[in-house]
Structure formats: structure tokens, C-alpha cells
């Protein structure tokens, strides 16, 4: 025989795709790493030969979107291939890398194998960066005159590193003008620091420019201090703190400082200047410094003489020329004024300080626009005769309102001839010229002309008439040196005194007739005397007590006595009146009520002092007393005290509070109507009565009080959703004299009704208040959620007045932070992004879990999940393809924090594709507008005959428990990634009661490689028998064996079952019709023996017999060994009709089959019931037992487990 050798190359075919080794890659690196850096190397390993087994790398996409910034070289290293950015681009990329071979042949036709593997590159941020200011540009007001330490605008800088968040520190680097302001190291506050006052900062526009720096406290990747500059204008806002002010000068040419303020000024203006005519020489500049409605002022004059002008203008902004204006010429009459005085008053309507004055003198000049002019035409003047010369008769005078040389008058007698009498040009004073010349008896009356010229001879006359008089040259006499009474000052009329005087002149003529008369005395109209008989009477009553007391009670009169002569002559004498007192006047208080008031709590104080006068001249009569009558309430007392101690002494009553009694306001009274009476000591006493109104005045001594209603809780939606003032909080104070203001104490931030301890929590700058308890959201800080849910504000209402006691009250105020919709949901962690699903698992089969959270609450926070694209990825390499409807998500359901889903089969998988399924769910909140996020999850079908089953002795939770260490030995052991499907219990507590090596959990599980490919039950036992070390581990967690799944049965397999199934019915039928064929056949010869039976019996001995014969087919054969028959009666229908033998138609065919004898004749295996469970119901035989195999070293072990192995399948058989 010729043999011949053939040699068959096998060429590779392209049926791998290359599988990433370690895949998925994870690196995190700086952000300021060099472009060029290699960041990783992927590697892929190919098992073709040839260009099938070439790899090719390629970066399909880079997430987020930055298509350039990594390359990949075709080694597989990943290079950075631009700049990083943690701030101003991404803290995370997800690259997706694609390996593909060169292509090869595969089924005939060319194809490129590909796989992709994800790679994650987190960015971790270095200080590189400067701090960052917060809301620039920074604008600030401040009113002038704030206090020291007044806040007035808060800067903000964040660390530009926003992943390393460094301190801040802020400094003030200048000031124009310098040294007003000061700043909060750490918080960045700016407070007032020097004496702000806006009229000072007119050279800056009043604005404060400061330059502030914002340094890091650690050194920046370069070793450098990391800072920022920023700017901040401060406007100095006016208050009405300054009056109008006065200056002399030109409105182009002032100087507004405090030393060239003026308030006088002087200026002339000629009379009878016309209405409508400026002052001129005036200058007056009224400022204001104020800005805007701070600095109008209105002006208006003041002074008696203010009507005759007006002021231009009325009404001045900051600074105008003011001019006065004649209104009425009338009054500017130089004759009538020679000077007049007015004010120009500026008056600031808004300032508490009102008003200012400016006082204007103003000299009136003189015109000649008068001439001289006497009074009458006609004098008559008179002189004794003989009269010596010089004498002078009289003053006639001329006026001349005119001033100057206008007004100076010069006087003359006409005619010139005259010389009896002269005159003074100046004076006008007419004297007597010659004595000896001026004789009544010759010439008694004399004519003469007076004539008064001014400077310019304007001039007047007046007509003079001189009357020459007789001489008298005798006194009266009277007969006594002086006359003295006594009268009592309630008698009417009681005085009557005759002064007697006589005149040595010639009888019968006036120089010697008397006549008296009262010329003299501080109460002489009391008096009256009688001028012819000098009798002296008083006049009704005298009252003591209208005498001046230093009178002592009399009154002096001085009596003349004078004759009738010219000139007449007289003589006077002294009258002393003594007047006695009586105790006719009462008290009389100065006022008819008086009001007074004292402080509250204050034992002892003076509350006021009442006086009453007596008009009675002595002591005895006028000394008053005083004491309280009503009102007082026991809380006020009254002490008379001398407080004149000259005569007449005066007594007041001193009121004060009782030392033991304490008044209160808030309890009342607070008004104390007080009846005083004061009497004097006379006979019998008089009093007086008058009403003290005390008025309890309110000490500051009780704290504010919170009002409830606006310390309710307050609801603010986060984010800058509300901003500005969102609460008003008021207080209250039963003190009348108080003034409140509002501060924040403390800010207490809470979540989920936990306290943040922090010292400095962030939501303490979420919130501001005014001095007036306007509580605002800053504008500064950003409110969330999610950081704080709560904050507690501790408000405090102080009382600046508080005199006594506390003067503040502190209140809470919770604030609730309403959730907006600003989180999206987000996923958490997949176990593991590629899940192994069964081809044949059956719709609405669990294929996973998803989970994911939102930091949001309420409808914001609920979160739906939706399968929204299914991408199914060919294994072999051909285009992927959409497939609807294949997965579907379950309602979500809420297990703590996380919203969980169930990942299901919607419609039956194709098992003819092989390959992977894309997955992309989404995990949407309920919020308005909605939010979602997306993940995606690799699905990987897998024959469910790669599926083992690894049954355990200990419970589920025990390996629930080592799960994770069961996985990893068998990861080690297999080289492959151990996919758990279920742990499930095995209920049969009966057997696992009779010996500890039985089931008690199955776990079944699915062992894939990398390149999607995985290890059949059936290799498994061979694959551990190369790692005994690992199966030793998995026997101390509890493994007892290892089994295949039985393979379902498909659609092939059903039919191929239902065809053989009946076959074997047509099998069963045919052995049934033989078998019913035997039977009868061996009936037929049974009854021919019994045909003999009888006969046969009859040979037998009777006492062999029981009782009677023994005929088979009868009830009668009851020996042993007979055939066992029923008692009954014989149904005829059921007899063949094989013979006529009527005694076996009782038989019921009893013998007709003998089962037994069949049974021996040919043997039959009936199915068990352990067999129809197992088949039935899945339970494990021995059959299909596969027993571990252990190494030559662990023989005794191994002995021992394959025993207990084989006495759980025997149990098993047995069940």
C-alpha cells in the first residue's frame, strides 16, 4: 500500500478583535502639565497573525468636546497634545480609544476588527492663579459724619485655584485722601476709620478711591505671593450739617472757608431813593455747602425797618450774589432815619440748626430838601421886670430835618433896631439886652420878630411877644415846724389835720393871698387838702400793705403854702401819717396751677417748689405755712422754707418725693394732682389753695420687646431668586422716651437639622440687616440649598436711651431655604458598566440596577429614569444598528437618599446577534424646568450554557458576606472576570438536617474573558485543578460543588421533544395491543383447565380439604396459595362465552392478568419519583454530578469531600 504525505497550511482568518489589556484606563494628572507629556499607554493585544493581527490606535472622542488636545501614538501612548486648564476648561476627560487590526479575511470577505476601551483623566489643579474679586467693580455710599467702625461695604475675592480654595487677606494699599477707611483683614469689611465729612472732599468730588489687595496666604506654584488689586469708589453722601453763610466778595472770587464768613455789612444810599433801586456797593455772597436739596436755602429780611426792601433772590442753590432792592422810598427819609438796620436771613428749611443772619447797616445820605420852620407863628414869653441882663426870657427854635451846612440855622431879631432884648444865633435863646430898660409901669408888652435861616438862606420867621411881669418879693409863713397823725389802715376818713399859714404882702393883692397844696410824698394821692383852708383829709381807705415797707408804716407828706404873687412865693412843711397794720390780706400763690414733673425711681427728688405771698405789712400777718391737703398718695412731701430773709421775709413750700416711696411710670400714676393750702399766722388765719399737677416722668428702664409677628419664620428661595429687603423687624418699647436700632448677634447655618460647628459658616453672609431692622438679602453672597437648608439668625433690639436695667432683647429668627431646581440628578457608581444578560432570558427579566441622586429636594429631587437609545454593537465588526424598545427602566423607587431603578428585557432579545448592547439611560427630576443626566451601560449577551452553578454549605448571607473575596480568588484563579447572576437558598431543611455537607446556597455565575468570550461550565473543574491553593480558599468560604445549568430547551429542541414524544405514544400503543393480545390468550387456557378442575377434586381426599372443595374460579378456594376472589355476584356480561361452565361466571377475572407472575415473567423499570423531580424540577442526581478533582497532595481531603459529595447525591436521588 503507497502512502503519500500532504502538507495543509491553515491560513489565519480575521475573526479577533483586538482586546484592550486593563481596560478601562484611570490617570489624574496637573493641569499644568507640558504639552507633549506621555499620560498613559493603552495597549491591545490581537491573537491574528499577520496585518489581521496589526494594531491600529485611534481616539474616537474626547469628552468634553476637544478633539486635539490628546493624540495617541500607534504604540498605544496617550500624549497630551495641548494645555490644561482645571479652571477655564474641564476637571475631567473621557476619552474613548478604538484598536483595530490591518485587516484580513474572514468568511471571504475583507474585514477590520475593532474594539474600544474608555480612558478617565481627572485634572487636578495647582496654585497658579491669582484670587479673584467677586461682583467689580466696587461702588459704595456712606453718609458724612458716620461714626467710627460704621461698616460700609464688604469686598470679595475668591482663590482663582477653585479646586485648591486658598485663604484671602485683605489690605487698603492707598487711600485718596488717606487714612478715612480702614479694612477687614479676613472678611474683607471696610469700616469707617477717620472724621468723614464731605465738604472736606471737594478736591476728590467726594468720592474716597481705594486701592485694595487681595493676597493668598499660601505661595503659588512659583514660590510668589498670589494677589489681585482692585478698586473701590466710596461716594461720601451729604447731610444737611451745614447753614447758609455770608461772604463779601465777588461769585468768581470767593474763598468758602469759616474765617472769610462775614455777618455784617455797611453801605450808604441817598434819601428818597426811587422803589426798585439796588444798594450798590454791596457784595454779599451767601453759600451753602450742602449738595443738592441740602444746599437751596430761601432768603427774606428781617427788622422793623425790612418792609421798605426786598431781597434778590429768593431762593439760592449752594452759592448766589444776593442783592437788596428800595421797595417803599417813602421810609428812606434822611430826616426821619439815619441809618437803618435790617437782617438778610438765610433759612435752611431741612437743617435742624435753620437759620442764618447777616446784619446790614445802612446809612442814609442827607439832601437839602428843607427849609427851617417854627413850630408856631406866634410866641408869647414873659419877664419880671427890671430883670438883670442876661436874663433869659426864653428859647424859640426853628427845626430843619436837613443835616450839614443844610441844617445849621442861624437866628436874628427884626428889627435890627432893637435892643431891650438879644438873641444866640446858634441857640435861639432870647435874654434881656438892657435891665433898666424893660419897666412894666412904662412899656409892659414888647413885639419882635424872630428870623431862623439854614446854610443855603432857605429861611422862617415867627412873631415874638414879650410880656413884662410884677415882682413879688414876700414868703408865706406857716405856724409849726411840722404835723404828725395816727389812723388805722381799715378806717375811711379817720384823718383831719388844718395847716394854718399867713403872707406879710400887701393885702387884697395875689402876692399875698395863700394857697395850700400837697407838693410832696410817695402816697400823697391818698390825701387830699384844701387849697384856702389848708385843711388835710385822707381819701377813702389806706391799705398798710401798699406802703413801701421801708416806710415802716408812715407816710411823709410835704405841704406847701404859697402865695398868688409873680413870681409867687412859698413856704413848706412836713405831715407824718402813721398807718397800723390789720390781718386783712390772705395768701396768694404766684400761680393759680402748677405744673411740674420728676424721674421716675428717684427717692427724694425735688419735684417743685410753690410760693405764696401775704400783702400784710408784718410778720405776724404775712408769715404763710404750707402743707399737702389731697393727691399726694402718701408718695410726696412738703416742707416750708424760708427763702427771703429780708423784710418781708418770704416762705416757699419745697415739694418733694417721700425717701421711702419710689414713684414708677409703667405702674401708674403718671400724673399726681396735689391740693396745697398755705395760711398765714393773723387773727384768725387766712389761707390760700392751689392744685400741683406732678407728672411722673418715664425712665428708661424696661428693654425692648420683639415684635412675634415679624420673628416668624421666614421662607427665601435660594440662589439670587429674592433679593433686597424680604423682612421688616419691628420691635416695641413702653418707655416713651427710647430710640432702637437692629444687629445681627449670631448666624447659625443647618442641615437636614444638623448644625454646622464651623466658627465661620458661609450662610452668615448670606443675610444683612439694617440699624432699622430691614432684613436683606445680600447681594454679595449666593444662597443654596444644598449647602444650608436653615439659617438661624440671632437678632438683637438695643434702646440707645436706656437709663436703667438692660438695654437689649434678643430674639431667633429661622429662616427656611426654599430648594430651586439647580442640581441636576447624578448617577451613582455602576457596579460594573458591562452587564452580562442572558440570550435567553425571558421579557421583563431584571438585566440591572441603576441609581442616582439629587441634591434637591421635593418635586426637584425625584428623579425618573428612561432608556432613551440602544446601540447594538456587532462583535464581528459590522456597523452598529439602533434597536427600539428592547430595554426599558422600572418606576423608580426612593431607598434613602438614592433613587433606584430596575433595568428590564422589554421585548425578546435575537440571539442570532452577537455582540453587545449600548444602553443609554437618562435619570430626569420633576422640577420646572426639569433637569436630567445621562450614563451609558454595556450590555453583553451570553449563552445561558456558560452558566455554573456553584453550590456553597453555608447560608446566603455568609456569602452574600464573602462575596467580594470570592470573586477575587476566583478572578485569580480562572484568569477571567467572575460575573455573578444570584445567590439563592436552598428551602429543603429536612436533608440538610441530616448532614452538614449538603447545598444550603447556589450561586450561578458566568466566567468572561476580556474579549467577550467565556468559559464553559464543563471546563471549570479543569481549570481550578491548576490553582488547589485557590480551591483550598474557596472551600474554607463554604464551596461544596460545582454543576452545570441544564441547557432551557429552545424552539428546535421543543420540536424535536414533541415529534419524539409521539413516537414513543405510537410505541406505548402497539405494546398495549400485543400485551391485551397475550392476555387473552392465556384467559382462554386458564378456563379450559378449570373446565377439569372439578373432576379432578373429586379424587381428592374431603380431609385434605378446609371446608368442602377447593374449585379455582370459585369463592371456594381458601387454601394457601389459592387465588383470592370477590365474594359477589357474577356479572355475566364480563364472560367470553369460551365454554359453558356456568361456576366461572362468578369470577371477576380475578385470574385473568396475575401481575405479579407478569411482573416476574418480564421485568418493567417503573420511573420513581426522585427521577420525575430531578427531570421535572431541576433537582441535581448524580447524573449530572461532577465532582472536583484535587491534587495528589491534598489526596486524604479530596477522599473526604468526593464521600460527602456522593452522599448529597445519593440524598439528592432520594428527594
Request: glycine fraction near 6%; proline fraction near 5%.
Amino acid at each position: 500500500m503507497r502512502t503519500q504525505k500532504q502538507t495543509i497550511i491553515i491560513m489565519d482568518a480575521n475573526d479577533v478583535p483586538p482586546i484592550f489589556i486593563n481596560a478601562p484606563y484611570t490617570i489624574t494628572i496637573f493641569e499644568n502639565e507640558t504639552e507633549g507629556t506621555i499620560l498613559f499607554n493603552a495597549f491591545a493585544e490581537d491573537y491574528d497573525q499577520g496585518p489581521a493581527g496589526e494594531i491600529n490606535y485611534n481616539i474616537l472622542e474626547v469628552l468634553p468636546d476637544d478633539p486635539y488636545l490628546f493624540k495617541i501614538q500607534q504604540n498605544g501612548s496617550v500624549i497630551l497634545n495641548g494645555t490644561l486648564s482645571y479652571t477655564e476648561k474641564s476637571r475631567f476627560y473621557q476619552l474613548t480609544l478604538e484598536a483595530s487590526d490591518s485587516g484580513g479575511k474572514y468568511h471571504g470577505k475583507d474585514v477590520v476588527q475593532k474594539s474600544s476601551a474608555f480612558a478617565l483623566i481627572n485634572i487636578e489643579d495647582v496654585p497658579d492663579m491669582n484670587p479673584k474679586f467677586q461682583n467689580t467693580p466696587y461702588q459704595a455710599t456712606i453718609p458724612e459724619n458716620s461714626k467710627v467702625g460704621t461698616p460700609v461695604f464688604r469686598v470679595l475675592a475668591i482663590d482663582g485655584d477653585l479646586g485648591i480654595k486658598d485663604k484671602i487677606t485683605y489690605t487698603i494699599q492707598s487711600s485718596k485722601p488717606p487714612e478715612l477707611f480702614e479694612i477687614g483683614l479676613l472678611n474683607g469689611e471696610i469700616r469707617v476709620k477717620g472724621d468723614l465729612d464731605r465738604e472736606n472732599l471737594f478736591d476728590f468730588n467726594s468720592v474716597v478711591e481705594l486701592q485694595v489687595t487681595a493676597e493668598e496666604m499660601h505661595l503659588n506654584i512659583n514660590g510668589m505671593v498670589a494677589s489681585a488689586n482692585t478698586s473701590v469708589s466710596i461716594t461720601v453722601t451729604d447731610i444737611n450739617d451745614n447753614t447758609p453763610s455770608f461772604y463779601n466778595c465777588r461769585i468768581n472770587a470767593c474763598n468758602f472757608n469759616t474765617s472769610s464768613e462775614v455777618r455784617s455789612f455797611t453801605t450808604s444810599l441817598p434819601e428818597h431813593a426811587p422803589q426798585g433801586a439796588p444798594i450798590e456797593n454791596l457784595t454779599i455772597v451767601a453759600h451753602d455747602p450742602d449738595e443738592g436739596l441740602n444746599g437751596i436755602f430761601m432768603l427774606h429780611l428781617e427788622g422793623p425797618y425790612a418792609p421798605a426792601f426786598t431781597v434778590s433772590p429768593r431762593k439760592i442753590k449752594n452759592e448766589g450774589m444776593v442783592q437788596i432792592i428800595v421797595r417803599d422810598s417813602s421810609v428812606i427819609d434822611y430826616e426821619q432815619l439815619k441809618v437803618i438796620h435790617i437782617y438778610i436771613v438765610a433759612n435752611d428749611t431741612t437743617n435742624p440748626n435753620c437759620c442764618s443772619r447777616a446784619f446790614v447797616t445802612i446809612n442814609i445820605l442827607d439832601m437839602n430838601d428843607n427849609s427851617p420852620k417854627f413850630t408856631d407863628e406866634r410866641y408869647v414869653l414873659t419877664v419880671k421886670e427890671h430883670a438883670s441882663i442876661g436874663t433869659i426870657i426864653g428859647t424859640v427854635t426853628a427845626t430843619d430835618p436837613d443835616e450839614g451846612i443844610f441844617g445849621e440855622i442861624t437866628y436874628s431879631l427884626l428889627p435890627l433896631s432893637i435892643y431891650e432884648f438879644k438873641v444866640n444865633s446858634s441857640t435861639g435863646v432870647i435874654t434881656v439886652g438892657n435891665n433898666t430898660a424893660i419897666d412894666r409901669e412904662r412899656r409892659p408888652i414888647y413885639y419882635v420878630t424872630l428870623q431862623a435861616t439854614d446854610g443855603e438862606n432857605r429861611a422862617d420867621t415867627t412873631m415874638i411877644e414879650i410880656v413884662l411881669e410884677d415882682i413879688n418879693d414876700f414868703s408865706p409863713e406857716i405856724a409849726r415846724d411840722s404835723y404828725s397823725a395816727f389812723i388805722t389802715e381799715d378806717k375811711i376818713n379817720e384823718l383831719n389835720i388844718k395847716i394854718e399859714a399867713f403872707d406879710n404882702d400887701e393885702e387884697g393883692t395875689n402876692n399875698s393871698k395863700v394857697r395850700y397844696a400837697i407838693i410832696g410824698g410817695d402816697y400823697q394821692q391818698n390825701f387830699t387838702i384844701d387849697p384856702y383852708t389848708g385843711i388835710l383829709n385822707s381819701i377813702g381807705v389806706i391799705d398798710r400793705e401798699d406802703i413801701n415797707p421801708s416806710c415802716n408804716g408812715k407816710i411823709t407828706l410835704i405841704v406847701e403854702a404859697r402865695d398868688l404873687g409873680v413870681p409867687s412865693l412859698s413856704t413848706n412843711v412836713s405831715v407824718v401819717i402813721n398807718i397800723e397794720d390789720i390781718n386783712d390780706n390772705s395768701p396768694v400763690f404766684a400761680k393759680s396751677v402748677y405744673y411740674a414733673s420728676v424721674m421716675e425711681n428717684t427717692l427724694g427728688a425735688f419735684v417743685a417748689l410753690v410760693r405764696a405771698r401775704d400783702n400784710d405789712a408784718t410778720e405776724i400777718n404775712n408769715r404763710v405755712i404750707y402743707q399737702i391737703e389731697n393727691g399726694s398718695r402718701g408718695a410726696f412731701l412738703i416742707r416750708t422754707i424760708l427763702i427771703n430773709n429780708t423784710d418781708p421775709k418770704q416762705y416757699a413750700g419745697n415739694i418733694t418725693v417721700d425717701p421711702t416711696f419710689a414713684l414708677d411710670y409703667d405702674k401708674g400714676p403718671k400724673i399726681y394732682i396735689l391740693g396745697i393750702i398755705a395760711s398765714d399766722l393773723g387773727v384768725p388765719p387766712k389761707s390760700a389753695y392751689t392744685n400741683v399737677h406732678v407728672t411722673v416722668l418715664d425712665m428708661n428702664d424696661e428693654p425692648p420687646v420683639l415684635d412675634q409677628i415679624s420673628m416668624r419664620d421666614l421662607d427665601v428661595m435660594e440662589n439670587y431668586t429674592m433679593v433686597g429687603i424680604v423682612r421688616d423687624i419691628t420691635a416695641s418699647d413702653v418707655d416713651t422716651n427710647h430710640s432702637l436700632i437692629y444687629r445681627v448677634v449670631s448666624v447659625g447655618c443647618k442641615k437636614r437639622n444638623i448644625a454646622d460647628k464651623l466658627p465661620d459658616p458661609p450662610c452668615q453672609y448670606w443675610f444683612g440687616l439694617y440699624n432699622n431692622g430691614s432684613l436683606y438679602v445680600n447681594k454679595s453672597s449666593v444662597i443654596d440649598y444644598e449647602e444650608y437648608d436653615e439659617v438661624l439668625i440671632t437678632i438683637r433690639v438695643i434702646d440707645l436711651y436706656t437709663e436703667k436695667n438692660n438695654q437689649y432683647t434678643d430674639g431667633t429668627l429661622t429662616i427656611n431655604i426654599v430648594d430651586a431646581n439647580d442640581n441636576p440628578p447624578v448617577f451613582l457608581a455602576f457596579k460594573s458598566k458591562s452587564v452580562i444578560v442572558a440570550e435567553l432570558a425571558t421579557i421583563s427579566a431584571e438585566v440591572t440596577t441603576v441609581q442616582a441622586a439629587d441634591n434637591d429636594t421635593g418635586k426637584n429631587g425625584e428623579i425618573n429614569f428612561v432608556v432613551t437609545h440602544v446601540l447594538f454593537i456587532y462583535s464581528d465588526g459590522r456597523p452598529s444598528i439602533v434597536l427600539p424598545d428592547v430595554f426599558e427602566a422600572s418606576r423608580a423607587t426612593l431607598i434613602g437618599d438614592e433613587y433606584t431603578a430596575t433595568i428590564r428585557i422589554k421585548s425578546s432579545l435575537d440571539k442570532t446577534l452577537k455582540g453587545q448592547y449600548n444602553v443609554t439611560i437618562k435619570a430626569k427630576d420633576k422640577g420646572d424646568p426639569s433637569l436630567d443626566a445621562t450614563n451609558y451601560l454595556d450590555l453583553i449577551t451570553v449563552d445561558e450554557t456558560f452558566k455554573a452553578r456553584l453550590e456553597f454549605q453555608v447560608t446566603t448571607e455568609d456569602v452574600q458576606r464573602n462575596l467580594n473575596n470570592i470573586a477575587i480568588i476566583l478572578r485569580k484563579a480562572t484568569q477571567s472576570d467572575p460575573r455573578v447572576v444570584s445567590i439563592t437558598g436552598v428551602g429543603n431543611g429536612r436533608v440538610q438536617s441530616l448532614t452538614r455537607n449538603v447545598a444550603r446556597s447556589i450561586m450561578e455565575v458566568y466566567f468572561i474573558y476580556n474579549n467577550g468570550t467565556a468559559i464553559a461550565p464543563n471546563n471549570l473543574n479543569g481549570i481550578l485543578q491548576h490553582d488547589p491553593e485557590s480551591v483550598n480558599e474557596l472551600i474554607e468560604l463554604g464551596l461544596l460543588n460545582i454543576k452545570e445549568t441544564t441547557k432551557p430547551i429552545n424552539g428546535e429542541s421543543l420540536l424535536i421533544v414533541i415529534i419524539g414524544g409521539l413516537i414513543a405514544g405510537f410505541v406505548i400503543v402497539l405494546a398495549i395491543m400485543i400485551t391485551l393480545l397475550f392476555c387473552v390468550r392465556k384467559s382462554y387456557k386458564r378456563k379450559l383447565k378449570s373446565a377439569t378442575a372439578m373432576n379432578t377434586a373429586k379424587t381428592i381426599s374431603f380431609d385434605a380439604l378446609q371446608s368442602g372443595p377447593v374449585v379455582p374460579g370459585t369463592n371456594k378456594y381458601t387454601m394457601e396459595g389459592a387465588n383470592p376472589v370477590w365474594n359477589t355476584n357474577f356479572d355475566t356480561s364480563t364472560d367470553l362465552n369460551f365454554e359453558d361452565i356456568t361456576s366461572d361466571q362468578a369470577s371477576i377475572n380475578s385470574l385473568d392478568v396475575n401481575l405479579v407472575d407478569m411482573m416476574i415473567e418480564k421485568p418493567q423499570v417503573k420511573p420513581n419519583a426522585s427521577m420525575m423531580t430531578e427531570k421535572t424540577m431541576g433537582i441535581h442526581t448524580n447524573e449530572n454530578a461532577r465532582v472536583l478533582n484535587f491534587a495528589p497532595d491534598i489526596e486524604k481531603e479530596r477522599d473526604g469531600w468526593k464521600r460527602g459529595v456522593d452522599n448529597l447525591t445519593t440524598l439528592s436521588t432520594d428527594i
